[in-house]
């Protein structure tokens, strides 16, 4: 039987080393007895970015890029979207296993009754002034709730870990629609603790004079599906920036705000944005083959909405999201836009230079479609992403809080700066 080892030699000295290959890894720290003398550091990994490194071992999600494959503790995302709800994937993924009924009974009452923000956090919103972004407002907020949990900072203690966990989970979507309606002038909702999970978000946003808004059942159903689509996605942006926050051991509400702000920016949170401001410049079916000849020109644009750093096949998220945009679309009516998103995707996906680079469809294709056909304005787009991504954030940074592997993320550099010299008087600086 083959070695599960890897030979180096290093042609600088001619010796040779034999590492342990362990789930097709080098442990990076193994190269590190690589030296061409005493004084000479060891060998490091060049990784900016981290294409090729893995920085855990994690349990909670599956991805294979090459085969469209997406899986929350080894369940596939299509039969989670069919036939689970947000709330039953957050527990699995905070938890590890589908909870039976009594879990999930308890699980889904603890979250409703965490709902509630403190009153103060009403005076942070109202700090903020009328156009600021709900990103900020909801990064803000998420923040300044570790001042109202002191005892959050003994991550070390399960049951205070788990506590902190459901009031974010129950709290985001509260922080999300405060957001919102201070962005619009509108007075603040308090939850409606006899909805469920998306009823009462919906509530939040929506109501205005009436004494009990009634909530759409295909949009509510909709949202949860959009939901468990986004729970987790394993080391994305701003799941490692939660992870490396929280590896110095602060509170779980400082640790998820780096999520939140990472997820805030356009190459992750923001794209389905994008993609809605191309289908807007697009403006019409005819434009539409004009418009890919400029992409594959390189035009100063890209099909927003496809191509993926993980996904070198359809999106799993997006046949999914394909499938919700009907359902929301016969509530709503269609979104105008989306028949030159079809256009668009039927022109990629035959085309030579989308083939070529495996360029297909992502999650945010659809997604911004559906939200705007619901009434959400594009700033709320990350918000809508952060509230369901937050038991992902959760659930990975309690994982890396438990993993005796770990220790306080801090990478090596590559140091390209000035050798030593000596300090020059201001009056002698040329
Ligand atoms: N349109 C046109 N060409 C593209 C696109 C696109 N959307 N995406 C990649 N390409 C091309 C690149 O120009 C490159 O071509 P080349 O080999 O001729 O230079 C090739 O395909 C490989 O692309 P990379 O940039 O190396 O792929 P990378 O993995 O770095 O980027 C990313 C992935 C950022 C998602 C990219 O595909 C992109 O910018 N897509 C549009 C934005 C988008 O939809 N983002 C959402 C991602 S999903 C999420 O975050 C939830």
């Known amino acids: 039987m083959a070695k599960e080892t890897i030979s180096i030699t290093d042609n600088r000295t001619g010796k040779t080393y034999e590492l342990p290959v362990e789930q097709g890894c080098i442990r990076a720290m193994d190269l590190r007895q690589i030296k061409?003398?005493?004084?000479?550091?060891?060998?490091?990994?060049?990784?900016?970015?981290?294409?090729?490194?893995?920085?855990?071992?994690?349990?909670?999600?599956?991805?294979?890029?090459?085969?469209?494959?997406?899986?929350?503790?080894?369940?596939?995302?299509?039969?989670?979207?069919?036939?689970?709800?947000?709330?039953?994937?957050?527990?699995?993924?905070?938890?590890?296993?589908?909870?039976?009924?009594?879990?999930?009974?308890?699980?889904?009452?603890?979250?409703?009754?965490?709902?509630?923000?403190?009153?103060?956090?009403?005076?942070?919103?109202?700090?903020?002034r009328y156009d600021a972004h709900p990103m900020s407002m909801l990064a803000s907020t998420v923040a300044a709730l570790s001042g109202f949990y002191p005892e959050a900072k003994n991550v070390k203690d399960k049951a205070t870990r788990r506590i902190q966990m459901i009031r974010l989970l129950a709290k985001m979507p509260t922080l999300a629609a405060f957001s919102y309606r201070h962005s619009q002038g509108l007075p603040y909702i308090y939850p409606d603790n006899d909805l469920s999970y998306c009823a009462n978000f919906l509530n939040m946003m929506k109501r205005i004079g009436e004494s009990k808004y009634k909530v759409n059942p295909v949009l509510e159903r909709a949202l949860d599906v959009l939901f468990i689509l986004h729970a987790d996605h394993e080391q994305n942006c701003s799941t490692t920036a939660t992870r490396a926050v929280g590896s110095s051991e602060v509170d779980p509400y400082s640790a998820v705000t780096a999520g939140v702000t990472a997820l805030y920016g356009p190459l992750h949170g923001g794209a389905n944005e994008a993609v809605l401001r191309m289908l807007r410049e697009i403006g019409s079916m005819k434009n539409v083959p004009e418009f890919i000849k400029r992409v594959k020109n390189g035009e100063g644009t890209k099909l927003m909405g496809f191509g993926h750093r993980v996904y070198k096949s359809y999106d799993p998220r997006a046949k999914v999201i394909k499938r919700t945009a009907d359902e929301v679309f016969e509530v709503t009516g269609k979104n105008p836009l989306l028949e030159i998103a079809l256009e668009l995707e039927r022109i990629a996906l035959q085309d030579d230079y989308f083939m070529q680079r495996k360029l297909y469809p992502n999650v945010d294709f659809y997604s911004g479609l559906i939200y705007e056909a619901m009434g959400f304005p594009v700033d709320m787009f990350p918000v809508l992403f952060a509230i369901p991504r937050t038991v992902g954030w959760v659930s990975q940074w309690e994982e890396m809080i438990t993993d005796n592997e770990q220790k306080i993320a801090r990478p090596r550099q590559i140091y390209t700066g000035q050798t030593r010299r000596d300090y020059i008087p201001v009056e002698k600086r040329a």
Request: aromatic share 14%.
């Open 36 to 128: 061409t003398g005493a004084d000479d550091f060891g060998l490091m990994t060049y990784d900016p970015a981290f294409l090729n490194t893995a920085n855990c071992k994690s349990a909670i999600t599956f991805i294979d890029g090459d085969k469209g494959i997406l899986e929350y503790r080894g369940y596939p995302i299509e039969q989670l979207a069919e036939k689970s709800s947000y709330l039953e994937v957050a527990y699995l993924v905070m938890h590890g296993e589908l909870p039976t009924k009594a879990q999930y009974d308890d699980f889904v009452h603890r979250i409703t009754v965490h709902t509630f923000v403190h009153e103060n956090v009403k005076g942070f919103m109202d700090g903020f």
